[in-house]
Structure formats: structure tokens, C-alpha cells
């Protein structure tokens, strides 16, 4: 149980196009979900927390007309990048977590390369 | 401010030779503390966590991890190694009382040399 999916796994992209990314739990409702930004060989940095319903919360020194963050099923958040850039290049993970649980369960990644 | 700390950013290991992977936390609150896989391209996988009780946790894959509270520390472990373990290792902390945030260490890069 507790799965997570992300779509698409990996993304190519043009400078200032815009890329949306899927973060889907499969078998649980997900209260709040997380986004993450990864870069090589570094830890996970937190970009948004998201709760169904109200607008995301982001983390200092994170872009929100940049990084624009939906939650509007209790099973589906959306990440868009607005008008990427090479500098946005990077591994996108998102997690969720459902009401009363300690534990965040992770989605598998998307590989956003822009070119 | 809270904060996880993993000493080791690399640890390379015979195959079938044991494993400890470092982690230190600080908190003078209660706290929750994982331990999570990754495997190239991949996202996070669960191996154990420790919310309360027993401070030895047993995980998946032959990991177990042990819960210092004096020494604030929860480093992982497993007795033999197999080249399917190579991996990136984080540990976190979560404060069930002051949000949602998760505080992961940098990783560890475990290498198993066959």
C-alpha cells in the first residue's frame, strides 16, 4: 500500500516552455503532499508543502509565480514549471502523506532536462 | 533549528562484510526518525523508522537501526552486505508536534565492492 506515482518520469524541454508534473497517490488520499528539488549527489531540498483545497506553502527562497503548485484531489498535485530554464534542470520528486501519519511516501522522480 | 546530520557522505564495503551508516540528530523535542533508500533515478523507499518503544528497529532488506536518545543518534546497520545494497541512504527526522516538514541529512553513498 501507500504508493505514489509521478508523470512523466522524464521530461526534455525547450528554454522558456513550460512543463507540468503529475504527482498521483494510487491508494490512499493524500492530505498533504510535498515537492522536492534534487540536485546530483545532494539531499532532497523542500520546495512546497501543499494541503487539498488551499494554496501551497513554500520554502524560503522558492519562486512561486516560478513553481506554481496545485492540489485539487485529495489524490492528485500538480507541479508546473513556468518558462524553465537550464538553471531549473533538475530531479523533481514529490511525496504525499495522508491525514495522521507519520511516515511521507515517496513518488519515483521526474528528470526535468531543459535545453 | 532542527537538523540531521549524516557523517559519512561516502562509505565503500566488501560484499557480505557488515555496514554502519552514521546518522545525528538534534531536537529537544519528541521526534520521529527514518531511514530511506534510493536507488539511481529512483525516489525514496522506506527501510525503517522509529516512532516510539523499542529502540532497536528492524527494516527491510536485513537493516535494522538503533535509536540513542542520549547519544541523539540513529545509525543503520546491517550484519552482511550484498552488491544489490549499493545505494544513496538518507536519514530524517520529523517533529510530530511542529509540522509537516521532513529534515533529511545530506546521504550517505554506499558503494559494495564485490
Known amino acids: 500500500g501507500a504508493v505514489v506515482s509521478q508523470h512523466p518520469s522524464r521530461v526534455i524541454c525547450k528554454s522558456g516552455t513550460s512543463v507540468k508534473i503529475e504527482c498521483r497517490s494510487l491508494?490512499?488520499?493524500?492530505?498533504?503532499m510535498f515537492w522536492y528539488r534534487q540536485f546530483p549527489k545532494q539531499s532532497l531540498m523542500l520546495m512546497a508543502t501543499?494541503?487539498?483545497?488551499?494554496?501551497?506553502?513554500?520554502e524560503q527562497g522558492v519562486e512561486k509565480d516560478k513553481f506554481l503548485i496545485n492540489h485539487a484531489s485529495l489524490t492528485l498535485s500538480t507541479l508546473t514549471v513556468t518558462s524553465a530554464h537550464p538553471e531549473d534542470s533538475s530531479f523533481y520528486i514529490c511525496?504525499?502523506?495522508?491525514?495522521?501519519?507519520?511516515?511521507?511516501?515517496f513518488g519515483p522522480g521526474t528528470r526535468l532536462t531543459v535545453l | 533549528a532542527q537538523s540531521v546530520t549524516q557523517l559519512d557522505s561516502q562509505v565503500p564495503v566488501f560484499e557480505e562484510a557488515p555496514v554502519e551508516l552514521r546518522c545525528n540528530y538534534s531536537?529537544?523535542?519528541?521526534?520521529?526518525l527514518f531511514w530511506y533508500v534510493q536507488y539511481p533515478n529512483q525516489g525514496l523507499q522506506l527501510l525503517l523508522k522509529?516512532?516510539?518503544?523499542?529502540?532497536l528497529v528492524k527494516g527491510i532488506n536485513g537493516f535494522e537501526a538503533e535509536f540513542n536518545k542520549s547519544q541523539t543518534s540513529f545509525h543503520l546497520r546491517k550484519p552482511s552486505v550484498h552488491i544489490s545494497d549499493t545505494a544513496e541512504y538518507f536519514c530524517?527526522?520529523?517533529?510530530?508536534?511542529?509540522?509537516?516538514?521532513?529534515?533529511f541529512g545530506t546521504g550517505t553513498s554506499l558503494t559494495v565492492i564485490p
Open positions: 511525496s504525499a502523506r495522508y491525514g495522521g501519519s507519520d511516515t511521507q511516501y
Open positions: 491508494d490512499f488520499q493524500a492530505t498533504t
Open positions: 501543499s494541503n487539498e483545497g488551499s494554496k501551497a506553502t513554500y
Open positions: 531536537s529537544s523535542v519528541s521526534v520521529y
Open positions: 522509529y516512532l516510539s518503544g523499542s529502540t
Open positions: 530524517a527526522a520529523f517533529h510530530p508536534n511542529t509540522g509537516n516538514q521532513f529534515y
